[in-house]
């Protein structure tokens, strides 16, 4: 089991330009997260919901990984085994930084999933236009992420990672979302140290052993260091 688990939010991809969900430029064209990123959102705009997510993988591609992506990965080389990220995250920065034992909590932008016959698959192009399954034909793919109300991956594994761990971290995450946010209670009650590294402070700080305050580029590579 690793050592240090990891659980990062959309405040690590800020500063390699990605938007965060809350923060005051936070909407897509009027629209907020909680009305494109449910199944009742899409199934009443596909075409919007497919843009969204298609303008998004355009901007994750371009995107590179920041400092703080590359100090995390930096640290898993350091000591193998010991640490596990589990991002909130669609984008792939983690894993371009060189980082190998990354949980997608919330599924990945270059993964779509079959509603007819729920097969996955890797996809790095446009989903608007409604392509088919390549298994079963169906015109029926849709962004492999996880909206409201839908289960989130793996969650078993990274509950027992978060019990077993000696040091809980969590870096540039609002802890609206839960069960993500829920994770530092049980990190907490198993005697792991907690760390929330955050650009500012926010309702769950206080839930946490030590809190770092500003830009993870500035903040992670010091703290990992
Ligand atoms: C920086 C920085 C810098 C900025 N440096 N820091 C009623 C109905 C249905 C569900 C619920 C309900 N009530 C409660 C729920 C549960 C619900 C939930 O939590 N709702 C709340 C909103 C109240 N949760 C769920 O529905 C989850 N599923 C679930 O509970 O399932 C139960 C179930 C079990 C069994 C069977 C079936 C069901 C699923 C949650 C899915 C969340 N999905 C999204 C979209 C994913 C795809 C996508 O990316 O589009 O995940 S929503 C969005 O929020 C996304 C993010 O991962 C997530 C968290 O956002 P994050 O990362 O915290 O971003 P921000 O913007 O909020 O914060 C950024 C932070 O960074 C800020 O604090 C900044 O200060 C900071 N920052 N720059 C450091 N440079």
Excluded: K
Excluded at 37 to 57: K, M, Q
Excluded at 110 to 115: H, K, S, Y
């Amino acid at each position: 089991m690793p050592r240090i688990v990891v659980l990062t939010g959309a405040g690590i991809s800020a500063e390699s330009g990605i938007r965060t969900f809350r923060a005051a430029d936070g909407l897509w064209e009027d629209h907020r997260i909680e009305d494109v990123a449910t199944p009742e959102g899409y199934a009443a705009d596909p075409a919007l919901v497919h843009a969204f997510y298609d303008e998004r993988r355009r901007v994750a591609a371009a995107a590179q990984p920041n400092a703080a992506h590359r100090a995390l990965a930096d640290l898993e080389a350091r000591h193998p085994g010991d640490v596990v990220v589990v991002t909130q995250n669609i984008d792939d920065l983690h894993e371009r930084a060189g980082s190998r034992r990354v949980i997608h909590i919330h599924g990945e932008l270059e993964r779509a999933r079959c509603e007819a016959c729920d097969e996955r698959m890797p996809w790095h192009g446009d989903l608007a236009g409604e392509p088919a399954c390549p298994r079963c034909g169906v015109r029926a793919l849709r962004p492999d992420v996880v909206w409201f109300g839908e289960a989130v991956y793996r969650l078993d594994d990274i509950v027992d990672a978060v019990s077993l761990c000696e040091e809980f971290w969590v870096i540039g995450t609002s802890g609206a979302v839960t069960p993500a946010a829920s994770l530092v209670v049980i990190a907490a009650e198993n005697g792991a140290r907690t760390a929330l590294l955050n650009l500012e402070a926010h309702e769950e700080t206080a839930l946490f052993d030590d809190v770092v305050l500003g830009p993870a580029t500035a903040t992670v590579p010091a703290w990992t260091a």
